[in-house]
């Protein structure tokens, strides 16, 4: 989705306006490269893109998804790591309702989301699942 994202505003910018035709070939080209040969993409399939309409109107939206996945692992790490007195920090956040900024929510457990280590221990937590469906 982020590839299809970027194809299609990297496109814009770089040639104006874009036809429905030229969304579908974007559309259709990342989804081939994401799905392989595992399913059929029909020429129907090249409008689906339509459906979602936060490409349109908000560039580098699907990143948030990355962003927020990424960061949930890394406060379970914390948890992990911490255990009952992580709690009542995470509890704080859930009740903040996304009030203010991510870096600004997550002062209260003493992380900079500048700070590298914080996001390798996300990344750890990938590295370890997909090295568990490896051995299966």
């Known amino acids: 989705?982020?590839?299809?994202?970027?194809?299609?505003?990297?496109?814009?910018?770089?040639?104006?306006?874009l036809s429905p035709?030229?969304?579908?070939?974007?559309?259709i080209d990342t989804q081939k490269e994401m799905f392989g040969?595992?399913?059929?993409?029909?020429?129907?399939?090249s409008v689906w893109w339509s459906y979602i309409p936060h490409f349109l109107h908000a560039p580098g939206y699907v990143y948030a998804y990355g962003f927020a996945e990424l960061l949930v692992l890394?406060?379970?790490?914390?948890?992990m790591e911490e255990g009952d007195s992580f709690v009542p920090k995470y509890l704080n956040l859930l009740a903040s309702g996304g009030k203010d900024s991510p870096s600004k929510l997550l002062e209260d457990f003493g992380i900079s989301l500048d700070d590298p280590r914080f996001w390798y221990d996300g990344l750890e937590i990938i590295d370890e699942m997909l090295k568990q469906v490896e051995e299966l």
């Open 1 to 17: 989705m982020n590839r299809f994202e970027d194809a299609v505003h990297r496109d814009r910018r770089d040639h104006g306006e």
């Open 21 to 27: 035709q030229r969304f579908g070939e974007h559309w």
């Open 37 to 45: 040969n595992s399913v059929t993409l029909t020429e129907n399939y």
């Open 74 to 79: 890394s406060l379970y790490k914390m948890f």
